[in-house]
């Protein structure tokens, strides 16, 4: 091409952009309408996936049936479907479209291990306690599927120009997935990142997570008989006991935020033996990295301590996973927040508002709370967005460690009884029911019409990335997790 050609050509090029542009200026609220209206006649679809998936209730790095489901919901669909990736056979990315910009949605799907599994409003402690979707991520995984399905309706009809892809991304709740396939290379090359969660309230997400780290400490010691002859023993429980109450020791003098909880995952087979193995699985969790891995390595010597005191061996400490402070964005925060408040949030029927009404009634808190004096049982309201990003946490999230390198946008909608806590029973409850159904659907809407700003509005990607680049700049990244480690095979 000569100069002038070439001139031409890129004067040419910039007209058709903007008249691209300004052609979308006047459609998107209709586009945002056409999506929000593939997932209300797709509405029985959607649900009927969550109620299968509710109904497996697979914990981490065992969905397999929950992962297929949503694969086979999206290649129905068209999608491209990679499986298996980041060496974690559940974990997939499911791709439609070609080009800038690329917006990519987060499902999770995993369950939580000791909690009941039950879609009875009262009380079924004791049901069966072996796993339950006590956080939602059944109507979390169904949701986001939901929202780059009616994305990829869009792009297929030509509405609009770029990439959706959809990331499967397993056991979120031992915090394994995100971060393994971030360590893979995925999510980093993507414009932008959106997600949901299951929650009491209808809010747009503009607040940290806590850091923590994820690991096992074991123990081997000698076996022998406890009675005949247990000066020939030593015994790895010892060592487990004498680490924790070390660790109560500790606690006192960590910051307040810091959080350390942790369980037994082999303590002995029966008590005339000396336990000959035992192991402990910890999670380390405080407001920033640095201060949990400092705290990390505090309990680590605890453990190697409790070694020698014991005359055992800490034969392996393991850290499994690790999740870092979540980074907000406001330029998304924003763009969610107007898409929430245009979209709506879910309306509730008076079974539906009595179903919650009963679990928050039959769900006993210890101190004697009552759940109903708000005398709200499902929230129906839109929380205004915070004006400051709260840099302080309760939970952690693998979701964080991708907000530190693309910008992160994300929203909860309520889901289950005011108030209630989560991973409890109410919570698993309220997510197999029509009211996981309305909450996922909501999701699915506010995060397609997100999308689509994203895709149609070159400002908003532009101050997203400016607000990302703000806030991570003066941050340094630091993991706990060897080089080279791939994600673990089982999170029991
Ligand atoms: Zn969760």
Redesign the pocket.
Known sequence: MTKINRGLGLLLGALLATAAWSSYAADVTQLKKDAAKWVDSNTKTLEAANRKIWTYAEVGLEEHKSSKELQDLLKANGFKVQAGVAGMPTAFVATFGEGGPVVGILA?FDALLGVSQSDSPTASVGANLESGHA???SI?GVGSVGAAIAVKQLIASGAVRGTIKLYGTPA??TGIGKVYMLRDGMFKNDDAILHW??GDKNQVSYSSSKALINAKFHFKGVAAHASAAPSSGRSALDAVELMSVGVQYMREHIKQEARIHSVITKGGGQPNVVPQEAETWYYVRANNFDDAYLYFNWVREIAESAAKMTKTELDAVTIQSETHDMLGNRPLAEALQRNFAMLGQPQWTAAELAFAATTQREFKDPFGFDYTKAGISLSSNLEPLRDDFEPAGQ?S?DVADISWFVPVGGIRVASHGYGLP?HSWPVVAATGTTIGTKALATASKVLAATAIDLYTDPKLLDAAKADFKKVRVPLTWRTAIPEGQMAPKSVR
């Open positions: 999770e956080c939602g991520h979390f979120e709740e969660h299951a939970a999230t989560m």
